[in-house]
């Protein structure tokens, strides 16, 4: 009964239960409570145990570091930047035919003008990391250090913050190096609803309360493995100039696709008693398909297309799908090892220190030529990347345009056994085949055409955020690829995260975290 309880809160992001939520009779929560609390004999463990406010249930450690993390941001907001008004507005002045929309002008007005946190909230597609990088510009001259979760979308935030004289690291090895500098003034942090409670607290332990915060993040995404709601609740304990949430979606202009995701981050399930809006949209806009099989059939791919699988394995797991659709491409394949390569791949750059400042993991590409000269190997790629100039001796700029760079990268004395060793070498291959990727890699790609494969096998692994995850990253064109039943069970495991309930019992709990 206890481990269900830490695996709602975790799974559904809340804090507070009903003792009815845990399916089991009252009497038996009761004893299996206070049977676990007794348990726990030491002091320093005393944070596990399970209490109760007004019939509710809560892990007290959760609970406890919710507040703390709420108290610290709601202390930051208190006083705002020196000057910032006056910067803010002359950056404004000179780049206002630059900042697409009034949301995100109102957003770096009022910005840090009374605090020194402020929160970007929006779905996929609204801007949310263009806003940061105009406050990036903003704080151009200060000490600053950008974080997030992966090293993957540590890559991709710098790809997109224009400022070389940033830091940029993961979370973790933040978390794990030693005192922050003292010269440290501004911390961006991308992707936070993927940041734990665990993990914000102790980012939070490191800075001086000066240190000016920016926050970034989509709280329908996939969410943090550990439990995390911080991001989500935030801005129900903050003053109205301390965050925006951005709705103008400039990823799509396709109508039908925007009704479609802000249908599943509606999250409204019913229309009627009988018809599900979800369900119901997907099949006027022709986005499904019970014929799987027809994902395999390359001709209806275009240039930017991507299938994305929730299984490595299996006859629709996504190891399978990139070597069917690349049997497809009828150009010549070249072995190195157990993986096989032809020009005309699609392809998704790792993580290679050797490569730092050039490729970043995650960086999409297209295979143009391969050469093979005794045990070096040469790739001639069109990478969706501008790179003007290489500090590399074994990468060549061959062209680049404000789009993409055509580079040719060669492969020292290529020894098959390093293909998946992830230390800097000059003889690993640094990309991998991506016709098919799974959804959790995808998180911050877009394609402009998304084939989503959900089998019977793989149903289960499908969340809410995982699913809404998948359907944003399609630009213009998407089709799910599912049967009926699977469909209906998927979508009917769909559940709202409101976070009222939450934000009602801290409040009453905690009566000094409301905001006035």
């Given at each position: ?154 890559q991709n935030l710098r790809s997109k913050i224009s400022n070389d004289n940033f ?112 369900e119901a949209m997907l099949a006027r806009y022709n986005f499904t398909s019970a ?226």
């Amino acid at each position: 009964m206890i481990k269900k309880l830490n695996n709602l809160s975790r799974d559904e992001g809340r804090l507070f239960f009903k003792k009815e939520d845990l399916g089991c009779k009252l009497d038996y929560v009761d004893s299996s409570i206070e049977s676990f609390n007794n348990s726990i004999y030491k002091p320093k463990h005393e944070n596990r145990k399970i209490k109760e406010f007004k019939g509710k249930l809560y892990i007290k450690e959760e609970v406890d570091d919710t507040k703390e993390i709420i108290e610290s941001l709601q202390k930051r907001s208190q006083i705002g930047v020196d000057n910032y008004q006056k910067e803010a507005n002359e950056w404004l002045n000179k780049n206002i035919n630059e900042v697409k929309g009034e949301e995100k002008i109102s957003a770096i007005k009022k910005g840090f003008s009374n605090s020194h946190i402020f929160m970007i909230y929006g779905s996929a597609g609204v801007g949310k990391t263009t806003l940061m990088n105009m406050f990036a510009e903003i704080f151009k001259d200060e000490s600053a250090l950008c974080l997030s979760v992966t090293n993957s979308s540590v890559q991709n935030l710098r790809s997109k913050i224009s400022n070389d004289n940033f830091d940029f690291m993961t979370i973790e090895s933040f978390i794990n190096s030693g005192p922050t500098n003292p010269s440290l003034s501004l911390i961006l942090i991308d992707e936070c609803s993927m940041v734990s409670n665990k993990d914000m607290a102790s980012i939070l332990s490191k800075l001086t309360d000066d240190t000016i915060i920016l926050m970034s993040g989509d709280t329908y995404q996939i969410e943090s493995i550990e439990f995390g709601n911080w991001f989500k609740l935030g801005q129900n304990f903050l003053k109205d100039d301390c965050y925006v949430n951005l709705t103008e979606n400039y990823r799509t202009s396709n109508c039908y696709l925007s009704n479609l995701w802000n249908t599943v981050r509606a999250a409204n399930a019913n229309m009627g008693s009988k018809e599900n809006l979800i369900e119901a949209m997907l099949a006027r806009y022709n986005f499904t398909s019970a014929d799987v099989e027809s994902i395999l059939n390359k001709t209806s791919f275009n240039d930017d297309e991507i299938a994305l699988c929730l299984n490595y394995d299996g006859l629709y797991g996504l190891n399978n799908i990139n070597l069917l659709l690349q049997a497809q491409n009828n150009n010549r394949s070249y072995k190195f090892g157990d993986y096989i390569f032809k020009p005309n791949d699609p392809i998704l750059f790792k993580a290679n220190s050797y490569y730092k400042g050039m490729f970043y993991n995650n960086l999409k590409g297209k295979i143009i030529k391969i050469e093979q000269e005794e045990n070096d190997i040469y790739f001639t790629i069109s990478v969706d990347s501008k790179i003007e100039y290489s500090s590399n001796e074994n990468v060549e700029i061959l062209d680049f345009n404000d789009d993409y760079s055509i580079v040719k990268i060669k492969i020292e004395n290529y020894q098959e056994k390093h293909y998946d060793d992830d230390s800097s070498s000059t003889t690993l291959i640094p990309f991998q085949l991506a016709y098919a990727i799974s959804i959790h890699k995808a998180q911050g790609l877009e394609y402009d055409s998304v084939k989503i494969v959900i089998t019977e096998e793989s149903e289960e692994n499908i969340s809410y955020n995982i699913f809404y995850t998948a359907i944003t990253r399609a630009k213009n064109n998407l089709k799910i690829y599912w049967d009926p039943e699977v469909q209906r069970r998927v979508i009917d495991r769909f559940k709202p995260k409101s976070p009222n309930d939450d934000v009602d019992t801290l409040i009453r709990l905690f009566p000094a975290l409301k905001v006035e």
